[in-house]
């Protein structure tokens, strides 16, 4: 039972945003929303989360619908180490950070 | 800072021996998770330490997996009689509490033969 629908792949030119899809329909009122990202032979690193209110840190910003039925994790300018596969995902309690399949960006010069 | 070591990182094993798969958390952190990586697929929960406590073992896959962090620190994840499917990355994440984030090691890789 996925909790998120991310597309599986996405392209990218170096130096343009790239605008990252999910969608979260059934999510529930107390549900963050957190974006990681696996870099090839790396643990997944942590990127951002967060509720209702759109966030930004140094590394992207996250761009949550009013309804909360779907977010956007955008990277404002793309490099060519931001190639790696995003996953989104939506977590309740303390144990409930379940991965998907993620999108595989890749970022071209 | 140090983040989550986990060791070895590679481990070659012949099918039916036992394996210990080692990891060092953050400092400080108090949950402790365990996940399975095979290729191609996102990473897959097995277990999550509260302390020194399985808070959840419900993603182990049968009873040759067992975990353990005895002094709620440093956690070893154990697989008995090792079948050439158990072969895959094995991911260890350790956080401060509940709706915090997770932070990854590198992983162990092990190939049973």
């Known amino acids: 039972d996925a909790k998120t629908t991310q597309p599986p792949s996405m392209d990218c030119a170096e130096g343009r945003a790239a605008n990252l899809p999910c969608n979260h329909s059934?999510?529930?009122?107390?549900?963050?929303v957190y974006w990681y990202r696996q870099i090839h032979s790396q643990g997944p690193q942590y990127i951002i989360h967060g509720l209702k209110n759109n966030e930004t840190n140094e590394m992207a910003s996250l761009i949550i619908t009013e309804d909360r039925k779907s977010s956007t994790l955008i990277l404002p300018h793309a490099t060519l180490r931001d190639t790696a596969v995003y996953y989104c995902?939506?977590?309740?309690?303390?144990?409930?950070?379940?991965f998907g399949a993620g999108t595989r960006l890749t970022v071209k010069p | 800072g140090a983040g989550v070591s986990q060791t070895p990182s590679n481990k070659v094993t012949e099918k039916g021996k036992y394996v210990e798969l080692r990891c060092d958390p953050i400092?400080?952190?108090?949950?402790l998770y365990w996940y399975r990586q095979s290729l191609g697929q996102g990473p897959e929960f097995l277990i999550y330490?509260?302390?020194?406590?399985?808070?959840?073992d419900s993603g182990l896959p049968n009873d040759r997996f067992f975990a353990v962090r005895p002094e709620g620190s440093v956690s070893t994840l154990k697989i008995q009689r090792t079948e050439r499917g158990d072969s895959a990355v094995y991911l260890c994440?350790?956080?401060?509490?509940?709706?915090?984030?997770?932070?990854f090691g590198n992983g162990t890789r092990l190939t049973v033969t």
């Open positions: 994440a350790s956080s401060l509490g509940a709706a915090s984030p997770l932070h």
């Open positions: 995902i939506v977590r309740h309690t303390q144990n409930d950070m379940r």
């Open positions: 059934t999510i529930s009122g107390n549900e963050y």
């Open positions: 330490f509260q302390g020194t406590g399985a808070a959840d």
């Open positions: 400092s400080g952190h108090t949950a």
